[in-house]
């Protein structure tokens, strides 16, 4: 399914089979869970939150009423720790209450968001990719 929107497009990997129409009759159960998994590396904590509401405006423009799994960590990293494993074991257990996991585009070059993909597809969570649009 290609969704268009005004800077990307959305490619749906279908484990499940959530469209518009399903996720908007879901009204008398819960509503869906959403993770988002986006590069960080480089950006500040501003500008990793203003692309977060960007896809969270775009998502629930597309498929109505979603939770948001508030996955933006700001406890203290613990010392004596590899602080990169320690921020992917909490993107994980987020990870494992979600209904669908929304990946930033450039998810493909980052390690943390290579190896989350990885378990949203091995544990059947529904997956939408975003990537740049091209002007051909």
């Given amino acids: 399914d290609l969704i268009n929107s005004k800077r990307c497009f959305l490619i ?3 484990q ?6 399903s996720i908007r009759q879901r009204r008398n159960k819960p509503v869906l869970k959403l993770f988002i998994s986006q590069t960080m590396n480089g950006k500040t904590d ?9 896809i969270i405006s775009r ?3 597309h498929y109505g009423s979603v939770e948001v799994i ?3 960590v700001k ?7 590899n602080v990169s ?13 979600a209904d669908i996991a929304y ?3 450039g998810w493909q070059d980052a390690r943390g968001c290579k190896i989350e993909h990885e378990c949203a597809e091995a544990y059947g969570i529904k997956i939408i990719e975003e990537e740049e649009q091209t002007n051909e």
């Fill in 46 to 54: 501003k500008e990793i939150l203003r692309e977060r509401e960007q």
């Fill in 12 to 14: 749906e990997i279908n």
């Fill in 75 to 81: 406890e203290n990293v613990p010392k004596d720790v």
């Fill in 85 to 97: 494993l320690w921020y992917l074991s909490k993107s994980i257990e987020f990870l494992s209450m």
């Fill in 16 to 21: 499940r089979n959530l469209t518009t129409k």
């Fill in 70 to 72: 508030d996955s933006f």
């Fill in 59 to 61: 998502i629930k423009a």
């Fill in 103 to 105: 990946f930033t585009s």
